[in-house]
């Protein structure tokens, strides 16, 4: 199957931002801590496409977290969506009026690193800022396990995908994305 060596997330956070080990922390006290695991990459294949080609996991299994900025008058939010590695965000549509914002856009690199206190191309939904809110495609809850990054380059985690529903805060959307 796929060509990782996972290990239960809870027992690694040397492998884990340190938002996303202290979510996991608190979350294991109410999802079985065997769903929620983590394996080590090597962080130059982080990048999703190079990673799934190295690591043999199918663009199906793989989830984006990409964070938007959603403005509204002079105020600004940011939230994450989670769609898989197949498709697109639909930023300017569904995305957008969920937020009910009048532009919405994807974060700028630096925003998204200090907001989140991950890496940039290792954000993940786990860990995020509870006042976030969180859009998961309906796709993406679908999938028996789906990869998602751990919030370093040098790891991803690997967890069901109806577990990234019982996040703070998120919420699932039919439509979320668009194929890519």
């Not at 922390?25 to 190079?50: G, M, Q, S, Y």
């Not at 590695?85 to 919405?104: F, H, M």
């Not at 856009?105 to 925003?111: I, L, T």
């Amino acid at each position: 199957m796929w060509q990782l060596t996972d290990h239960a997330a809870a027992d690694r956070p040397d492998l884990l931002a340190d938002p996303v080990a202290a979510a996991i922390a608190a979350w294991k006290h109410t999802t079985p801590v065997e769903r929620l695991r983590v394996a080590a990459i090597d962080p130059e294949l982080a990048d999703t496409a190079n990673f799934c080609e190295a690591y043999g996991v199918p663009l199906e299994a793989s989830a984006n977290c990409v964070v938007i900025a959603a403005r509204r008058g002079g105020e600004a939010r940011l939230a994450a969506c989670v769609v898989l590695a197949t498709t697109r965000a639909d930023v300017n549509g569904v995305v957008r009026r969920r937020l009910e914002a009048r532009k919405a856009s994807f974060a700028p690199r630096e925003e998204a690193v200090r907001q989140t206190g991950m890496e940039y191309g290792g954000i993940t939904p786990v860990g995020l800022p509870e006042e976030w809110p969180i859009l998961v495609d309906a796709a993406v809850v679908a999938q028996p396990f789906v990869v998602v990054g751990s919030g370093l380059r040098r790891s991803k985690l690997v967890l069901p995908g109806t577990a990234l529903a019982e996040l703070p805060g998120a919420e699932v959307v039919d439509g979320l994305a668009r194929p890519a």
